[in-house]
């Protein structure tokens, strides 16, 4: 959530810096609602002002022994006036409140002018083996397989998921299943023990307000899986008395629960950074999404993915994203799959991010590059809606900065190595860095 306090002393660079996503800051209702609000607050302090005298010039009426009836009168009329208005009061900041709620976060100066992907900056890249003469991955010497046809031969089955819940949703068997789990407890491994994260095991269901704190409500409700509870409606706490019902979701990602975990929180100093890491499944909707992503596992319903989310101070926040793209970053050159970093453009980034960087596999079957991972800082702009803050040397509580990205997303990963280690007999070699995973298998 933007900072009011800003949007008050200098509207017009949030305009500016939102113009850079590509949203249209409606001024003139911002500034229509702040007239109103120190309307209301002018005319509170006066009458507050006017109830005070007022009580004052009855005592001295009074111990003159004159008649203090219509001024008695005026009193007694002043409460109810001032409940009037703090209504009022409520009304407007109810209403500033949920509308910032739909507006993101503010792009860091460092991030490029843009409208779409097409505007991302290349940051560097990485290739394990030799390139070609554009400087991607030199092609494989046949012609390479896509997953799916590569993953089908060994337990990847769309078929019996399809029957099961739907289409994009996977089931996996066999030594694709066991291959899939290896990477997640392999990237667990590497995020834990050599760089720091502590391991958590999150709940896979949040109430609203969790996601108010974290972002994805109000505005990406249609991308979430929302949980039915049989029997809600009737819900009694242990005294009997009936319990208020609030919405249920399934995860979309684990910085969910990471770093909602931090809600309502204030930190000690000595505390910072707090680096969290979790394998979870992910759940999202996506009603938008389709094309070529439908096919396969690129862009499904459910996927797993291990999230690392850091909470810093605001002045080791950008230092903290750089690190934590190399900790994405150590995952590939770990498994040696081709990669790129990608700086995004305002137009391109998520909405509570102010920084992004992406990190893209190559595909030898598309012959292009996919993301795999997207780290952010997302600045105050996720604090100040969960009240996350930490407590300085001197002075009073400010809010922390929380950070966020895929460490990696484990199908995705699956994807890359099924493609990049395809042989031309139509095996695939096991990258060594997960062999000891998968029981000394060297190839599938």
């Not at 660079?13 to 229509?32: H, I, M, P, Q």
């Amino acid at each position: 959530m933007l900072d009011p306090q800003l949007l008050r002393k200098d509207l017009s660079s949030v305009v500016s810096a939102l113009a850079r996503r590509g949203v249209e800051f409606d001024t003139a209702r911002f500034e229509a609602l702040e007239a109103r609000r120190k309307a209301v607050q002018v005319e509170t302090e006066n009458l507050q002002a006017r109830r005070n005298a007022v009580s004052k010039l009855i005592g001295q009426m009074k111990s003159r022994g004159e008649d203090a009836s219509s001024e008695m009168q005026e009193s007694q009329a002043i409460p109810g006036k001032l409940k009037e208005l703090e209504h009022e009061l409520s009304g407007i900041q109810a209403e500033l409140h949920d509308w910032l709620m739909t507006i993101p976060n503010l792009p860091h100066t460092s991030v490029p002018t843009g409208a779409s992907s097409d505007d991302n900056v290349e940051v560097r890249r990485w290739l394990p083996g030799q390139a070609d003469a554009n400087g991607d991955p030199a092609p494989l010497a046949f012609e390479p397989l896509d997953h799916v046809t590569l993953g089908e031969r060994f337990g990847l089955d769309f078929e019996s998921a399809r029957k099961l819940a739907g289409s994009r949703f996977m089931m996996l068997r066999g030594h694709v299943a066991r291959l899939h789990r290896a990477m997640a407890q392999y990237m667990l491994d590497l995020q834990t023990e050599t760089h720091g994260y502590t391991e958590c095991y999150t709940p896979y269901i949040v109430n609203s307000s969790t996601l108010y704190g974290t972002g994805q409500l109000p505005k990406f409700k249609d991308d979430m899986f929302w949980v039915t509870k049989g029997g809600h409606d009737h819900a009694v706490d242990e005294d009997g008395n009936p319990v208020e019902h609030e919405d249920l979701y399934l995860i979309s990602t684990s910085e969910i629960t990471l770093a909602g975990s931090m809600r309502d929180t204030i930190t000690p100093l000595g505390d910072l950074p707090i680096k969290l890491t979790a394998h979870t499944p992910c759940f999202r909707s996506e009603a938008g999404s389709g094309g070529r992503d439908v096919r396969g596992m690129i862009r499904q319903h459910q996927f797993d993915k291990v999230e690392l989310v850091q909470i810093a101070h605001p002045d080791d926040s950008y230092a903290a994203l750089d690190e934590m793209v190399g900790h994405a970053e150590a995952v590939l050159q770990q498994l040696k799959v081709p990669y790129r970093v990608m700086l995004l453009c305002g137009g391109d980034m998520g909405f509570g991010a102010a920084k992004t960087y992406d990190i893209e596999v190559w595909l030898p079957a598309q012959n292009t590059w996919r993301e795999i991972s997207s780290v952010s800082n997302c600045e105050a702009f996720q604090a100040r809606r969960l009240q996350a803050r930490y407590r300085p040397e001197k002075g009073k509580p400010e809010y922390l900065h929380t950070l966020n990205g895929s460490g990696l997303a484990v199908g995705r990963a699956l994807v890359a190595v099924l493609e990049n280690y395809q042989q031309a007999d139509g095996s695939i070699v096991v990258p060594e860095v997960l062999r000891s995973y998968m029981g000394g298998l060297e190839r599938l």
